[in-house]
């Protein structure tokens, strides 16, 4: 593994190191670590909303990451005036049924209410819109429910090609408060079977954003966040998070001195997914760093390396 900056950088390998009082505590503690985190309902958007306007100061994208932060305070306003009711699917639940994805984007039949959600949604967001954020929010306004149906199947499909990014963003908001409202309702705990398959999400199957490292009871673990319910899943450091594999990976950064927001590419499968280090930076957040960090997603598209993750603010162009 390599650290590239300006320039690649090999790391110190050390055979036997004696480890201070710290990390023996955090090692004791790796063996027990959860293999499923569930963001919680009252501060995730919050917070969300919260970083990505620290982040927009001086940044060269500040409004998109403002319009990124309306959204997730519609978001919130919606958890909190719009809870969707109990699904009594979830209650009829087998324990085989809840250890196989039961929240899986392919199966699971959704409700019509996530259509309510984003009708909701979009009158909040309607008054601050520019022209160009109207022309879309009025399409949809006008759209049919078979139309919004399809482009909820085509966007959770990653159909990219056949859907106009600027109406998947809306459409991803209320679908995944939809999603993340469902996961509160299934049981919260979690066992792990095998390291393999955990390049989705293992409650919903949908693609990661990025990985954070974490500070605290699970420092130095690194965990992916779902780019729909919000949810976090453990895998292990120096694997690629997309193929498995772990011998020809490489970490890449545009800030040399603090490296908050590092690249991990695969050489195997050419594909690269961002990691976020709380050590750096208490205050990040994965979507919102991801987002704000889109610069070294375009280094990495030149140096032909495809992002593996999706962020619910960028998604491919038509």
């Known amino acids: 593994m390599n650290f590239h900056f300006l320039l690649t950088i090999s790391p110190k390998i050390m055979s036997i ?3 201070p009082e710290n990390e023996i505590k955090q090692a004791a503690a790796s063996y027990t670590a959860p293999p499923l985190l569930f963001s919680n309902p009252k501060n995730l958007y919050q917070r969300r909303a919260a970083r990505l306007r620290e982040l927009a100061q001086d940044h060269p994208l500040a409004d998109y990451l403002l319009f ?7 978001q919130l306003a919606l958890l909190e005036s719009m809870p969707i009711p109990q699904d009594p699917r979830l209650q009829a639940l087998s324990g085989e049924q809840l250890a196989n994805k039961p929240l899986d984007v392919k199966n699971w039949q959704r409700d019509p209410i996530w259509r309510k959600l984003l009708t909701a949604l979009l009158e909040k967001l309607k008054p601050s819109a520019n022209d ?14 078979s139309e919004l149906e399809d482009l909820a199947d085509k966007v959770l499909a990653q159909e990219f090609a056949t859907i106009s990014s600027d109406k998947a963003v809306f459409v991803w908001a209320a679908l995944s408060l939809y999603w993340f409202q469902l996961v509160q309702q299934i049981p919260h705990n979690a066992k792990q079977e095998s390291t393999e398959d955990l390049h989705l999400c293992p409650v919903c199957s949908a693609s990661p954003t990025a990985s954070m490292i974490h500070l605290g009871t699970n420092q130095g673990l690194r965990y992916m966040h779902c780019s729909l319910c919000e949810s976090e899943w453990n895998m292990v450091r120096t694997q690629c998070t997309n193929c498995g594999e772990s011998s020809d ?8 001195h603090l490296a908050a927001v590092r690249s991990e590419s695969c050489g195997s499968c050419h594909s690269y997914l961002k990691a976020l280090y709380q050590e750096k930076d208490p205050k ?33 162009a038509e």
């Open 17 to 19: 190191r004696i480890l």
């Open 68 to 74: 990124a932060a309306a959204i997730a305070d519609a």
């Open 132 to 145: 160009q954020i109207l022309t879309t929010i009025e399409w949809l306004e006008k759209a049919a429910d």
């Open 249 to 256: 990976l490489d970490y890449w950064s545009l800030d040399e």
């Open 284 to 316: 990040m957040e994965v979507i919102a760093d991801d987002l704000a960090s889109i610069f070294l997603d375009m280094e990495m598209e030149k140096k032909g390396f495809m992002k593996s993750g999706l962020n619910p603010f960028v998604f491919p």
